[in-house]
């Protein structure tokens, strides 16, 4: 059994380990769902019959509505019993996930990933909320970082099981294998966990919440089909960027004149939190974007076998790790704005040495850029979470947690879309410029093997010489993302400028509330 306790009182310990591993389970089963699929997405990609940048759908739909659903999850607890939400969560995105194993084409499992993303944006705020219930403030460091590990389990895991799963199974099995955690997950929640007090009075701001919805729906449309549609040029993009300016300006107005809003404003009058945003917006691109670039990159250009890019992607979860159990001791003992600068360093160095990778690249490379560029997050999300809410007023944590794991989800989302749609157009771009120089009077086909094997006056030689031209422009269109991506990371840096120390007061009045 467990109860809410009051602030101070030791909490009722009966049956906690069982209820500490049910909501962890959960957690786990959630956070490998946000990598497991990266590596099986060339087989995903061939079964439902998606082009390259359509495929990338089936990653940026899950965390597109997990990024709506999660900051509504403390007004449903609330309102509906913390107990039955997360049971409807974990039953909902088990459902979801034998849906996408089912799934036959490129609408179906779109569709079904965003219902998981929808159940499954509740599982880690509420099983977090019971934790911090059943432990005592002096026990609530270890259950955290317990709780941190869990969360960080997903990306070491998520491509190596993935990969064979693909590789020796199927890669529905990448979805099926949620079936045993959540029923597992389910009985517990089920059995030890207690029902909190109802409030009959809470209300959300559903015209804020809702256009905010409508707003990261058709970014994310806007960004996803932009490319395959050449942008402007079609009439369903020009509806898309309407629909979401639109409902942007309508948030943007009932936000600034309404009291009780989905987000209040006067959140962002605290520097520190403000600036906060903004990193964790990058931190989101440069992570997933870049998992799910490199997917493509080792099985296309390199040729590896499913399971052995799993594992060679596997290191950057553990560089990650290690390096958040590290920072966990440095944190209130050196500067934080330290620690965020030596990520970012790290992080660009990382994305540095990939501009220079060939398909030609060692493992050893590649496994050890990974972990550096997992150790570079490493030192990004512990301090910049400690001071994003350092000068932030208590009352208003709950809801500053809520954007800011929003504005993570929508950097990773808009990240792997912009990287992917950017990668698309640069090959074609590089194609033309490379091919410019392929002509019958290039001294390259006076070599007698070149000229026999890429003969242009034959249809076989002709065939040749383009697969050599594409794989050139794409491996200098991967270079491109990947320059991209180190450049966001250096020009974070000078935010950590604008940061104030922990423990500084902000000069904001914390106590006004909103007129």
């Known amino acids: 059994m ?6 101070g009182a030791t909490p009722v310990v009966a049956n906690r380990g069982a209820i500490t591993a049910c909501v962890i389970l959960a957690v786990i089963m959630q956070a490998l769902d946000t990598t497991i699929a990266n590596v099986a997405l060339p087989y995903i990609q061939g079964s439902v019959s998606a082009s390259a940048d359509q495929i990338n759908w089936v990653l940026t739909s899950y965390i597109v509505a997990a990024a709506v659903m999660t900051p509504p999850s403390g007004y449903l607890a609330n309102r509906f019993g913390r107990k039955r939400i997360l049971l409807t969560s974990i039953t909902g995105f088990v459902v979801a996930s034998v849906l996408c194993g089912f799934a036959q084409s490129l609408p179906q499992i779109v569709g079904f990933r965003l219902l998981q993303g929808l159940f499954g944006a509740a599982l880690v705020p509420l099983s977090q909320s019971i934790l911090l219930d059943i432990y005592s ?34 890669w529905r099995w990448v979805f099926y294998i949620n079936v045993p955690i959540g029923a597992l997950a389910f009985a517990g929640v089920s059995l030890f966990v207690l029902e909190t007090k109802l409030d009959s009075k809470a209300r ?25 549609l050449n942008w402007f040029s079609s009439s369903e993009i020009i509806v898309e960027a309407l629909i979401c300016a639109s409902a942007f300006y309508i948030f943007l107005v009932h936000t600034f004149t309404a009291r009780n809003t989905f987000v209040n404003p006067r959140l962002f009058l605290d520097r520190n939190f403000a600036v906060g945003m903004i990193f964790i917006f990058i931190v989101g691109i440069t992570y997933l974007a870049s998992l799910a670039l490199m997917t493509p990159y080792l099985q296309t250009l390199m040729g590896y076998p499913v399971v052995t890019a799993g594992i060679v992607m596997g290191p950057r979860g553990l560089g990650t790790m290690a390096c958040m159990f590290l920072v966990g001791r440095l944190v209130g003992k050196v500067d934080t704005r330290w620690l965020l600068f030596i990520g970012l360093a790290i992080t660009a160095w990382a994305m540095y040495d990939m501009t220079g990778w060939t398909p030609d690249v060692s493992q050893w490379t590649i496994i050890s850029t990974g972990f550096i560029q997992g150790a570079g997050l490493g030192f990004l999300f512990v301090p910049l979470t400690t001071i994003t809410f350092a000068t932030l007023a208590p009352e208003r944590r709950a809801e500053g947690t809520g954007l800011y794991n929003l504005s ?10 912009v990287v992917t749609a ?19 009077f290039n001294q390259a086909f ?56 922990p423990g500084t007061p902000a000069k904001v009045d914390h106590s006004a509330v909103m007129e």
């Open 2 to 7: 467990t109860s809410a306790t009051a602030a």
């Open 137 to 170: 403030v002096e026990e609530r460091g270890s259950a955290m970082a317990l709780f941190g590990v869990s969360v960080m389990v997903g990306p070491v895991l998520g491509p190596v099981i993935g990969g064979w799963l693909t590789e020796n199974v199927s």
């Open 204 to 228: 959300l701001d559903w015209l804020g919440f809702g256009m905010l919805s409508i707003t990261i729906a058709a970014l994310q449309m806007f960004l996803d089909r932009g490319e395959q």
């Open 408 to 417: 993570r989800n929508i950097g990773s989302s808009v990240g792997i879309s």
């Open 422 to 440: 950017l990668l698309t157009q640069n090959v074609q771009i590089n194609h033309a410029n490379i091919a410019a120089y392929v002509t019958p």
């Open 446 to 501: 006076g070599n007698p093997a070149i000229a026999q094997a890429m003969n242009p006056y034959t249809a076989a030689g002709r065939a040749a010489l383009d697969g050599v031209v594409t794989l050139q422009a794409t491996v200098i269109s991967y270079m491109d993302d990947f320059k991209l991506m180190m450049v966001l990371s250096l020009a974070a840096i000078p935010l950590v400028l604008l940061l104030r120390k």
